[in-house]
């Protein structure tokens, strides 16, 4: 048995000691596959950290069939991932001071491992104290539960495999009990090694190759405290690259692994779909995402009383408090300016002033902002001229219809500028100016792109399934798989989402099942909901589908079904 450098050494004494203590263990583990060290820690120092460890709120237990790897066969008890926010608190002194010891050692032994033990060891995973039950209630509520496919789902199990494969040595930290058995069982390919059966006694440490034992861990005592921590293999660049993404030191991460709690699938690598450009333009005066988020942080947000420039509500609306047939009971609503809508630069976008006199506020919009996403991606009018980029929109539809049979009046002008607008006698440009089969291809026409162009309307979810529709138009199929769409001439994608509450009839209509708050907001997660909201609003983001990752990437897209 070895034996840990005693405190009270000064510090260069210390690491020499630690240094041969390091050389003596790598010895007796490639002898025998395990040794163990008696440590000098007092028993104020134990007793603190049990204490400690009873007051810990994070124990759990992992799954059913993940057990025998933590706890040992046929093993028991609780377990708690040992935090760092607890590592640096002053309620958990002893057991920090106890793990920090776990650390020094495996410093120690990373410069050694490579030659002397046959694998690279570049850290330590976090340390978990282990503790029996303390009493019925607690052993039935932390039962362990069997996986489940949405732990599958999330990538638990392949985790727990990764760890499983590049384990190497387990720190076992006795550091309180009544005494007990630990047996250590070669595993089946391991013939060259012997069953060990070694006696638990508080303040020693067990170290043993844990690709080459498994174990039975039997401690007596209601108050058995025991540190563990394991060290992985992590020799070649591409097994530190899966380290790193399987089991590095994130805290969800080990959590995941040892409790099974969700925190969904490791990264992708390979072809997939990226985000690189994101616009929003929604009422409220938020024309960029920087606006919105300024507005949100502010504690506001676009809602005001439908003004008399969209539909007069002394029609159109009945009381506040009453509900009639053919009225709208909903006042408020998210809108935009009519700056905002009715100012347009027809000029620098081509088109003649007779046509856009019949172009719906949701068409000017698709072309400004979604030029505005397009122009954050990096492009301009040249570069985009040719270009296979596809554009794909969520649009449920126009309100502007009605306004085509409305006489001319005799001076129509927008607002802030003379220009006529609107209220034209319908002629052979109104359909295109109106159409939401023609919205997304007049972006793609202007601007010159050869990609596809698809409207969406599947109501409230439009945005979404242009999204969805928009990847598996760029996915490539793998394993036999068919693929989805035909088009496969798409370099990138547009995807956009329009609304825009220009008459009351889409008010009255929804009114009329209740669908909409009475209130003119929405209250989502409180008892007072009672309907949703409505709200003018433009949103876009650039796809590129590629297999590296930029650097000015901005979000991953997870793979989509429909």
Known sequence: MLEWPPEDQDETDRIQLLGQLAFDLTGAIGRDGWCCIHMNDDALVRDAAVSEARSLSNFASPRAEL???YFGQDGTGKMATFQDSARNSDAAWALSELDAELTALCKVLAPLSTQALGFTCAGRRKGM??????????????????????DADAGVLDNHLQ???RRRLCFMRWISNDGGVLELLPRPDQSAYKAMTLPIVQNRLLVFRSDLFSFSYKPTGKDSLALLTWILDTGSQAERQTAKGFFGVDDALQHSEALGIFVGPPMPTGYRMHIMAMHAHVPGGAQDLDGFECMLTSGVDGFIHIPATRFDTEIYCCPEGEKLPGQSYVRHAAMMSDQEITCFDNNFFGIREDEVKMMAPNQRLILEDGYACLRKAGFDRKSLVGRSTAAFLGDTGCDWDPFWQIKVLENPL???????WGNCEGNHLTYGGVSKAVSAGRLSHIFGLRGGSTNIDTACSASLVGVSTAVQAMRRAGGGQVKAVADKHNLDALCMGINMLTSPWAFVGLCGPSMLAAKGRCFTFDVSAEGYARGDGFGAVYIKPSDNDEDYLKQRLEPTTQ
């Open 67 to 69: 057990m025998p790897d």
């Open 414 to 420: 927008n607002p802030g500028r003379s220009v006529p």
């Open 129 to 150: 104290v282990w503790m029996p039950f303390a009493d019925s209630e607690e052993s039935n509520r932390l039962r362990p539960q069997p996986l489940t496919e949405e």
């Open 163 to 165: 760890f499983i494969q």
